[in-house]
């Protein structure tokens, strides 16, 4: 009880005065998982939509192929990516290993199923109900795309929130790829880990109420967005 | 709004359709012709809305031919979609009467420079200036289907198809939809729409075409099969005594 009382003391503390570990850490945790969602949405979106109207050999195959990728272990994921840009790797003369580049790529390559499988569940549903109309219209292909993810867009930005929190929260992958460098690849959810390695549970506690009023508040935005616009 | 139809005639042969050995729709024949309202009449489950979709090509026949008489893909500037569709139950994009109308204009590639008058012209002819900023969703049904009007009237189609445009409906609205039909039909656009409601048959249709359990069994002006159907089921479902 008395990690959990210096816990939050802790957390208020590094809040109120504002921390510039802290805020760093913080930064570099957003600035990662915001790039990586965006390029995951950039992808997932576009590739959700054309599994959801889209019929082509194989579809089906693909469609179980990434529902089963939404459930990616981290740690493999972090693997495969220090192996393919570590310095014997195919990407090796990047030299991205251990960059916030690296960890945007492990997140992104964690984001971008769930992304892909999440709309195309929702932009089927939706093209079930609007298909008549436009192939009535013989809309385009990109029409199609563009209505689909237009008029699902609030739902759309549940998924996005769901891949941002996959992505803040994660620590196996950025871990592996990025070291938690201090001040160059530590991210909150690293820097949790290393305090509690270090036993230095009421920083760690600390920090991870940080992260939890973070998630707090992303997934009560969603809830807003949801309710208010559908 | 004026159209010349030198789409039609559209002849229709040997038209089948089923799915998994199912045929719901068996060696269709007949011939549509410019200048009438032509009602597709029959219970429910005769094949009446799927021949309407097979006809307007968002469903694809398992055989026969549907012939139009000239090649579709020519449009002019006062008819923007050769052929259009207004469903039983109107899909309607979840946006503002004014974007679900705007959307139609965009996907069938209207120049910009047209979008704002076609789109008013279609909101007076509709009357739905007043609502035109609300959601689609949250209007009612009634307007719903006026909107789906809306959407096709600002196409100019040659062919206006109707699938049981009314079903849902109150009096008030149906006769609405009814007057929007007639404005539809004044303007040149050849009319072929399904209903199992008599009423509304004779009130509207110069031909009936008379479907039961896939097949067409009668193609004839309205009067005479009002005062004289050929057939057994038709006489019975004019009578109220056909079921399925």
Redesign the interface.
């Known amino acids: 009880m008395d990690d959990l009382g210096q816990g939050f003391t802790s957390a208020a503390s590094l809040i109120i005065s504002l921390d510039s570990d802290l805020l760093s850490i913080l930064n570099l945790s957003m600035r990662v998982s915001l790039s990586a969602v965006f390029i995951s949405c950039v992808i997932g979106f576009p590739v959700g939509a054309l599994l959801a109207y889209c019929k082509f050999p194989g579809q089906k195959s693909l469609i179980v192929i990434l529902n089963s990728l939404m459930g990616l272990p981290p740690v493999v994921v972090g693997l495969i990516v220090y192996m393919l840009l570590s310095r014997s790797g195919p990407f090796g003369v990047f030299g991205l290993l251990y960059t916030p580049t690296a960890m945007i790529i492990a997140q992104t390559l964690l984001v971008t199923p769930i992304i892909a499988a999440l709309t195309r569940q929702i932009l089927e549903d939706l093209w079930h109900?609007?298909s008549?109309?436009?192939?009535?219209?013989e809309?385009?292909k990109i029409?199609r795309m563009v209505?689909l993810l237009w008029?699902a867009r609030f739902s759309l930005a549940t998924v996005l929130l769901a891949g941002f929190g996959r992505a803040i929260a994660e620590v196996g992958a950025v871990m592996i790829v990025g070291g938690n460098i201090d001040h160059v690849t530590r991210v909150m959810t690293t820097a949790i880990a290393l305090e509690t390695s270090k036993g230095n549970l009421s920083l760690a506690l600390g920090l991870g109420i940080v992260l939890l009023t973070t998630t707090l508040i992303v997934n009560a935005l969603a809830h807003l967005i949801r309710t208010k616009y559908n | 709004m004026r159209t010349n139809n030198k789409i039609l005639p559209l002849e229709v042969s040997r038209l089948n359709y089923e799915i998994n050995g199912h045929k719901l729709i068996e060696n269709l024949n007949f011939k549509l012709d410019t200048g009438q309202i032509s009602v597709f009449l029959g219970p429910n489950g005769a094949g009446k809305s799927l021949t309407l979709?097979l006809c307007?090509g968002?469903l694809k026949p398992s055989s026969g031919n549907i012939i139009w008489s000239s090649d579709l893909s020519e449009k002019s500037d006062e008819t923007r979609?050769s052929h259009?569709?207004v469903?039983q139950k109107p899909?309607l994009?979840?946006?503002s009467v004014r974007a679900n109308i705007e959307?139609?204009l965009?996907?069938?590639k209207i120049p910009k420079n047209l979008r704002a008058d076609i789109l008013e012209k279609a909101l007076a002819k509709t009357g739905l200036n007043k609502i035109s900023n609300l959601p689609a969703k949250a209007i009612s049904g009634g307007e719903q289907q006026k909107l789906a009007m809306a959407r096709a009237w600002a196409l100019s189609p040659k062919v206006l198809f109707l699938d049981e445009p009314t079903t849902n409906l109150d009096p008030s609205a149906t006769i609405s939809i009814e007057n929007l039909i007639k404005e539809f039909h004044k303007a040149g656009t050849k009319i072929i729409m399904t209903t199992h409601d008599l009423r509304q048959a004779q009130r509207l249709s110069n031909e009936i075409l008379f479907f039961h359990r896939g097949r067409l069994l009668e193609q004839t002006e309205s009067d005479k099969f009002f005062a004289n159907p050929k057939t057994k089921a038709a006489r019975a479902f004019i009578k109220g005594e056909l079921f399925w």
């Not at chain 1, 008549?132 to 219209?137: F, H, I, P, V």
Request: charged share 30%.
């Open positions: 109900e609007y008549d109309y436009l192939n009535s219209l809309a385009s029409d209505t008029d | 979709k307007h968002i979609q259009t569709m469903f899909i994009l979840r946006r959307h139609t965009k996907v069938c």
